[in-house]
């Protein structure tokens, strides 16, 4: 069982409002993505917040200076995670980990661009880090990156802490994230791409959630729908 995540990675702001409320039923954490938020700023995360009481919300602030005092105003206007560069200074690190405490919200430490990522999960699991954040961004997905071995690499640490996975994860994968050991399963083209997004997420979060295969169940499914 893994929960799942939509990254909202539009920069228009009524497009994004739009296709949170087709997704929200169909998801456990709305994802506001880096470009988006950079994009509309604070004002989005407290619509968003308004509207869609029972989702989570993830701000993809990824900080990489200044942890306790940008990430801040975001826990105070609802945001349940707020994202830290694994490449930031454990100082930063360590001051988002503490705003996060601070509201009882979570902090999440992105690995994307780090090298030694065993080390450096191991250095934010002793600040007290919430969650892991397995990630191969969109540029590396372009150049062919995929997650999966990555996602193996911080699993065999078992160091108790959740873990996020994202990197181009959609249905045909999200059977094989979950079974290695993810807590918290993100996806954004798959959904955001498909012609009915609010299918797409409900079929990914039926298998993210166990309640539906996604292996030979899903594929007789899709062979026999
Ligand atoms: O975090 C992301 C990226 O860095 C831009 O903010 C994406 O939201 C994340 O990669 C999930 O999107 P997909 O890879 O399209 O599933």
């Given at each position: 069982m893994a929960l799942t995540q939509m990254a909202l990675d539009s920069l228009d702001f009524d497009a994004t409002v739009a296709l949170a409320a087709k997704v929200a039923p169909h998801v456990d954490i709305l994802e506001i993505g880096t470009p988006c938020i950079k994009h509309n700023g604070i004002d989005l995360l407290k619509t968003l917040r308004a509207k869609f009481p029972n989702n989570k919300i993830l701000v993809d602030l990824k900080t990489m200076d200044a942890g306790f005092y940008e990430a801040e105003p975001f826990y105070k206007a609802g945001a349940d995670i707020c994202?830290?560069?694994?490449?930031?200074d454990l100082g930063t690190i360590k001051g988002v980990i503490d705003v996060a405490n601070k509201y009882g919200k979570e902090a999440q430490v992105d690995l994307i661009n780090v090298t030694d990522k065993a080390t450096r999960t191991q250095e934010a699991v002793k600040l007290g880090a919430h969650i892991i954040g397995v990630h191969t961004g969109l540029d590396q997905q372009a150049a062919g990156g995929t997650p999966f071995t990555d996602l193996a690499l911080i699993a065999s640490l078992n160091t108790g802490v959740k873990i996020s996975v994202a990197g181009g994860v959609k249905a045909a994968t999200t059977a094989q994230v979950r079974?290695?050991?993810?807590?918290?399963?993100?996806?954004?083209?798959a959904i955001y791409g498909a012609a009915d997004p609010a299918a797409s997420a409900a079929e990914i979060t039926a298998i993210a959630h166990g309640t539906t295969g996604g292996g030979v169940f899903g594929w007789l499914k899709k062979l026999f729908s």
């Open positions: 994202t830290v560069l694994g490449t930031a079974d290695a050991g993810a807590t918290i399963i993100v996806a954004g083209a």
